[in-house]
C-alpha cells in the first residue's frame, strides 16, 4: 500500500509546469517508490493557467488564490513555483498549516529571506527542499563521488560559471526579475546561486570572497498586461530602470584551501546556458557543462603519453540516471533532473530521511552572496558569515 501524497503547485509557469510534469511520471520513472503524487489544486493568477492545470495536467481543482490551494485538508505538500515575491508569504503560510514545502530558487531573492523562510519552516519542524536541481544531474553526483572517494587527490582550485543569455534582448521586457523589490538582487540570486550551491555539494564551504557587479542595460521596455520574462518590447515604449544586476563575478577561498573563481551574467551574447564547473586536484580535474549535460570531461594525472581529457558519458551505471534510459549514452534531459528532486523529496517524506539541499542549504548559498554584496560597498575580502548564526535546523 503506497502512501497518498497530496500535492499543490503554487505557479503554473517554467518550474510549476516542470515539477507538475513530474509528479505525474514518478510512478512509471520509479516503481520502487512507497508513495503515490496526486496533483490536488494549482493556484495562478491567470485564468488560462488554471484552466491548463486541469485540463492537461490533471488536478483535480485550480484556484485563483494561493492560501486556499495551501490550507485544503487533502494537501500535504506544497510546490512554490512563483515569481521570488511571493516565495516567503507561500512559505510562511505553508509552514504554518504544517505543510511540507519544496520552493524554488533562490527563495525570495535577497539574503534575508532565505533566512526568514528556514527560520519559519525550523519553527515548524516541516520537511525542505529547494530547487537546486543541477545537484541532482547523473553526472554532477558522480563526480561528486569521484572527489570525495580522493580520485582527483586533494582539491586546489574550483571554477563555476552561469552564462545565460535569457536578458541579452535590450528589448527584454522589465518583468520581475529586474525588479529589487519582485526578484531581489539579479545574476547572483538567479544564477550564481546555482553555481555556488554546486561548489558546496562538491569542494565543501566557502569562507570568504571578493567581487564585482555591472548593470549593462540599464533600462528596458515596461511590460504592459501579464507578460512572461520572454515577452519583447520596442524601441518607442515606454522604459523603466533595471534595478538589479546583470553579471557578477567574485574569487573566493575554500574551507579546505582551494580557491575559486565565478562569474554569472544574464546578459552576455554567446554562452546560450552555460552553468559550468571545473574542479582541479593535485591527481585529476573534472569539467561539466549544462549545455553538455550528459558528457562529464575527466583529466587523470599519469605518466602515459596518451594523457588529455577523456569524456565519461551519462549511463545507467551513474545515480538515478537508469530511471530513463538504460546502457550508455543515451541522454537524458533538464526536466528528468526536476524529477530526479520531486522524486527524492517525497521519498524522504514517506520514508522520514532527511533531504538535501533543503532551506538550510539555501541559507548556506545566501551566507556567501551576501558576502559578495558587502565586498561590492567595501571593495575589499568579506567573510562569509553564517546567516543562521550556526543553526542547522
Ligand atoms: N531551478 C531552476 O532551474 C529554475 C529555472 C527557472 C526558474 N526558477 C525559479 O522558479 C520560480 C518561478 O520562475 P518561472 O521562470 O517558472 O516563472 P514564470 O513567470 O514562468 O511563472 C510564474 C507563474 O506564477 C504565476 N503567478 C504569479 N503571481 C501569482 C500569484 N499571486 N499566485 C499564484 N500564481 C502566481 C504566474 O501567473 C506564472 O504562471 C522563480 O523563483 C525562479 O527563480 C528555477
Redesign the pocket.
Known sequence: MKTRIGIAV???????QAHSRSMLRIPSLFPQRSFDPVLVVC????AE?RERAVSDFGFQRAVED?REAINSPDVDAVWV????M??VPMIEAATAAGKAVFS???IGGRPEQAVTAFDAATKAGVTTGV???YLWAPLVMHARNMISSGVLGDITHYRGRFLSMYGSDEMGLLTWRFLLDQGGYGATS?ILS?SVSIAQYLVGDITEVVGMRNTTIPERPLPTG?A??YGRGKPEDPKGAVENEDFASMLCTFANGATGTFESSRTMVGPESQNAFEVYGTKGALAWNLEKLNELQYYELTDSPNSGYTTIYGGDRFPMHGAYAPGQANAIGFEDLVANEDFSFLDALTTKKSYSPGFREAVDVVSVQQALINSWESRTWEPVIDLAGGNRG
Open positions: 503554487l505557479g503554473l509557469g517554467w518550474m510549476g493556484a495562478d493568477t491567470e493557467r494561493w513555483t512563483a515569481p521570488n511571493l516565495h524554488e530558487k533562490p530547487g537546486y536541481n538567479d546555482h501579464a512572461s520574462h
